[in-house]
């Protein structure tokens, strides 16, 4: 085991050596493993956005075995997907890439102002399935907010019970924000704050803007000139509210950008401000998995620190 996973595993000293294991099993694995860096593929998109939405632009991926396959191939940390993808592959694929099962998810069918999850797996389901992790959505923001932080809060004391990691995707929106708002500033950095506080070993945030969405933080942000013109000094700033950077941050690939330039720049801007990773759904199965793996490649390249082509080493 590398120095930095031993640094990161020391953060979580209340854990177990069952759920420290699975943490390492996942920090370990593929071909960011013992870099304390981590680019997760997740395949949640048919259950939230519908199938043709999701898949059509790459029909192999309506097959639940073809994204085993990308993270397979890949080399990603991890694979995260509901239960019934995961049901359709964990047998043919166990033990070649450490798995993460949504427990909870919505469809697209209703637009709500403020939006909720149905519980969809259990703790249960992930340990039958040989998973490391659990995966949970909050919306911080909505009006059902509160409820869901209860529910990840019982479902998280049972998961690390059994020796599991917690992920926890918070994801600002409801009728409290603007939508603007949903990627703020200081709404990203409270909820990684959140996620923390609420246990998770993992957190996923969206990249923020420079925008301020609360009165009374805008004035903190100004009076304590707290740094955030560039997307570097944003994310350095959301991995601070993560516990100063003791937990591990990673960050959403957002809606689906076939804009390679602009898709890595952000990337280099999670590296430089010193985020731990991505999480890349539409972005990497919405294309063909030769385009797919070339992406996921450049994007593990930036993070292990790989000068790009034609660049001078450092």
């Not at 030769?290 to 001078?312: F, H, N, R, S």
Request: charged share 20%; with cysteine.
């Amino acid at each position: 085991m590398t120095p930095r996973v031993k640094e990161i595993l020391s953060w979580y000293g209340a854990d177990s050596p069952g759920t420290l294991t699975n943490l390492a099993r996942i920090l370990n694995h593929g071909r960011l493993g013992g870099t304390g860096k981590l680019v997760i593929l997740p395949v949640d998109q048919g259950f939230e956005h519908g199938p043709a939405r999701s898949f059509a632009p790459n029909p192999p991926a309506y097959d639940p075995r073809y994204h085993f396959e990308l993270a397979i191939e890949a080399g990603c940390n991890a694979y995260a997907a509901p239960l019934g993808f995961l049901e359709a592959g964990a047998r043919d694929y166990v033990g070649e890439v450490p798995l993460i099962l949504k427990l909870n998810d919505a469809d697209s069918l209703l637009d709500e102002k403020d939006p909720n999850q149905a519980l969809t797996g259990s703790v249960s389901d992930a340990l039958r399935l040989g998973c490391s992790a659990i995966g949970f959505t909050i919306y911080p923001g909505s009006g059902h907010q509160l409820e869901m932080y209860g529910q990840i809060r019982d479902l998280a004391e049972e998961a690390k019970a059994a020796g599991l990691v917690v992920v926890i995707w918070s994801y600002p929106r409801g009728s409290g924000l603007s939508k603007e708002g949903e990627t703020a500033i200081d709404v990203c950095g409270y909820a990684a704050q959140i996620a923390a506080q609420l246990g998770a070993h993992i957190v996923k945030v969206k990249l923020p803007s420079a925008h301020i969405e609360q009165d009374a933080a805008r004035k903190v942000y100004q009076d304590q000139q707290i740094p955030i013109a560039t997307q570097a000094e944003r994310v350095r700033h959301v991995v601070q509210c993560a516990f100063a950077g003791r937990r591990i941050l990673i960050f959403s690939g957002g809606a689906a950008n076939f804009d390679d330039d602009a898709l890595l720049a952000e990337i280099r801007a999670i590296h430089a401000g010193g985020g731990f990773g991505s999480i890349l759904g539409r972005n990497s199965f919405q294309r063909t998995k030769e385009k797919a793996l070339k992406l996921l490649g450049e994007v593990m390249d930036i993070y292990a620190g790989v000068p790009a082509a034609g660049a001078p080493a450092a």
